[in-house]
């Protein structure tokens, strides 16, 4: 049985048979099994009227099934973070420029509390914890933790978790290299000001790889891919080579194309803590950024 609502743009179902929810899914709704799991873990399938993403969930007879035509979660909504992806463990977003990681000082807008706010409105017992952060002025994916024992698994395996990181980014000037490496120590000063230096200055060693993707004779479009984590690795890196990010005004040289930070997270890949799948996600090269090279 199929009756379609069209002012809520989910489609209805009756469970005739029991199964597991996936099972029950994959055999009754047209659609390929990805779009099917990521309507699932995108908060898009009700039971009963109850969002529900355990893909396991027993399904009994003469249950009622709604799903999402648009495979969007039509809980969460902000102009400043996109839900990417989430499951009972974690979640994963894109931020926007102008958005803090989490919390600093009064009623400062983050993306922590944008989450915990949404998860207070779908009923989900859990809050948002901070793993790794993104600069207020830095785009891009970020995973937050749903809870302690998530949180403590990824922050104290990260290196061995995440296998892939990458950014985009906006340089000054025309880079000459297409790829290399650079690597040094990074340590901040009184000011909370990152500096490097060739030998260990009691900082922490830092490994960045980069390769050009496009240029201009006044601008370089590059891709960095973090062998380490630090402090503003990318952008004290890029400046080191003489080519600081654009729009970076604690790095740069006051070269401000587009009025923001040049920089984008743009591919995270990680083993899930728990389940020890492949995560693997990617995001589009910023519009800004690729229209410098038009």
């Known amino acids: 049985m199929n009756y379609e609502l069209k002012q809520d743009r989910y489609d209805h179902y009756v469970v005739n048979d029991e199964a597991p929810l996936l099972e029950w899914l994959l055999a009754n709704i047209k659609g390929s099994r990805s779009k099917i799991k990521a309507t699932l873990q995108g908060r898009g399938i009700k039971v009963n009227g109850k969002c529900v993403t355990q893909f396991d969930f027993p ?5 009622k099934i709604s799903v999402s035509q648009t495979k969007k979660n039509d809980q969460f909504k902000s102009r400043y973070v996109k839900l990417v992806y989430e499951d009972r463990w974690l979640v994963v977003v894109e931020k926007n420029v102008g958005i803090l990681s989490m919390a600093a000082g009064h009623k400062s807008l983050n993306v922590k509390s944008v989450l915990d706010n949404y998860f207070q409105k779908t009923g989900q017992k859990c809050r948002a914890h901070v793993v790794h952060r993104l600069d207020r002025d830095t785009s891009g994916l970020m995973v937050y933790a749903k809870d302690m024992e998530t949180e403590q698994i990824l922050e104290h395996n990260w290196h061995e978790i995440v296998y892939d990181r990458r950014y985009v980014a906006v340089v000054s000037g025309e880079m000459a290299e297409n790829e290399g490496t650079i690597a040094n120590w990074l340590k901040d000063n009184k000011a909370y000001v990152t500096y490097s230096s060739p030998v260990d200055n009691g900082g922490k060693y830092a490994v960045t790889h980069f390769r050009v993707l496009d240029r201009t004779t006044e601008h370089s479009l590059v891709e960095f891919q973090l062998e380490t984590g630090r402090k503003n690795q990318i952008r004290v890196h890029s400046a080191d080579m003489g080519h600081p990010v654009c729009g970076d005004v604690k790095y740069g040289n006051g070269d401000d194309p587009i009025h923001r930070l040049c920089l984008h997270a743009c591919v995270l890949c990680f083993w899930h803590p728990v389940t ?9 090269i910023p519009t800004p950024f690729r229209q410098i090279f038009k």
């Not at 799948?277 to 995001?283: A, G, L, V, Y």
């Open 59 to 63: 399904l009994q007879k003469g249950m």
């Open 276 to 284: 020890r799948e492949r995560m693997e996600f990617d995001t589009p």
